[in-house]
């Protein structure tokens, strides 16, 4: 008899795609949290094993909390005791991977893979079975191009609703969340040719009042004690500022003087630096920055896959 096991440890690796410029598609991986019969060693070894697939598809590491997802699913076709002196176990096993819009429930591609592991324990048959999933395979190199290619067929039937809910959120002057949405469009799709000239200026509303806020935070830790430890604290907080914001001439200033406080009270040069222009960086990719941080300080995603299996 079949035994199923759904994959269960708590992760979401979530991670931006780009393969030869052409692909700018932020997918998660994603193993659902209800624990049973896998053990915790193999579940990290198929974390790993997922970022690998992914990577080799062009990937870096930058974003958490991806509206699209790549998760797993096991089912035990056969276990066996072989041999006598150690015996060992033989595991025979089916993995399916799912990869879909985790938000709305819908599932985009699928694909199974037959996975053989041998080992002295269960543990060590799950990893050896886990390692025969390869990057490299050409099923799985297609399974990942046709779960990509329905995430942009998504940004593209939903181009005009993303638009709009962006704008929402500017007028609520949550420009963080609405640039958020505006820099996961893929390159690659045609909806970014609608919205890559939204995108600069509400980068500039995203850090102007980045900036401000942080000015005044800074300026209270500074004004309540003016020892190392306010400055440390305030500098960092300063320290992360964009000098692109309008108000980064006042974030100066205020750096100065705690800088300058430092250097009496210690007498040697502080550590802590303001973030500098990069002039080689165009403003897409800096407001993309700011996306990713955003995504990064949101909470964990809760994810719908009910029905994928």
């Known amino acids: 008899m079949k035994k199923i096991i759904t994959i269960v440890f708590c992760f979401v690796a979530t991670i931006s795609v780009a393969q030869d ?26 974390n790993n094993k997922l970022g690998q697939i992914i990577t080799s598809n ?66 060590k048959a799950y990893m050896q079975a886990i390692k025969q999933l390869k990057p490299s395979n050409k099923k799985v190199a297609d399974f990942i191009a046709n779960g990509k290619a329905k995430i942009i067929d998504y940004y593209n039937t939903n181009c005009n609703q993303i638009m709009a809910e962006s704008k929402s959120l500017e007028n609520l002057n949550k420009f963080d969340e609405a640039l958020f949405l505006l820099v996961n469009v893929p390159v690659a799709s045609d909806c970014f040719n609608n919205v890559k000239n939204k995108i600069p ?6 850090i102007d009042e980045d900036c401000l806020t942080k000015y005044g935070e800074a300026q209270a830790i500074w004004a309540a004690n003016q020892d190392i430890n306010a400055a440390n604290e305030a500098g960092a907080i300063l320290a992360s500022v964009r000098p692109q914001a309008a108000c980064f001439k006042d974030v100066k200033n205020l750096f100065s003087k705690i800088e300058a406080r ?3 009270l210690q007498d040697r040069d502080w550590k802590i630096q303001l973030m500098e222009i990069d002039l080689q960086k165009s403003a897409i990719q800096a407001a993309k920055e700011v996306g990713v941080a955003y995504g990064k300080n949101q909470p964990n995603t809760v994810y719908n896959i009910r029905g994928w299996y």
């Open 201 to 206: 200026s509400l980068y500039q509303k995203a």
């Open 262 to 264: 430092v250097k009496d």
């Open 58 to 123: 062009g990937i870096s590491d930058d974003v958490r909390n991806s509206r699209f997802i790549i998760t797993p699913n096991i089912t035990v076709l056969s276990k066996d005791v072989i041999g006598s002196a150690p015996t060992k176990i033989a595991l025979n096993l089916e993995m399916t991977l799912y990869i879909g819009d985790g938000i709305a429930g819908n599932l985009f591609s699928s694909e199974s893979f037959q996975l053989k592991g041998v080992g002295t324990n269960e543990t």
């Open 21 to 46: 410029n052409n692909y700018d598609i932020s997918l998660g991986a994603y193993i659902p949290a209800q624990a049973e019969g896998i053990p915790a060693s193999a579940k990290s070894m198929l």
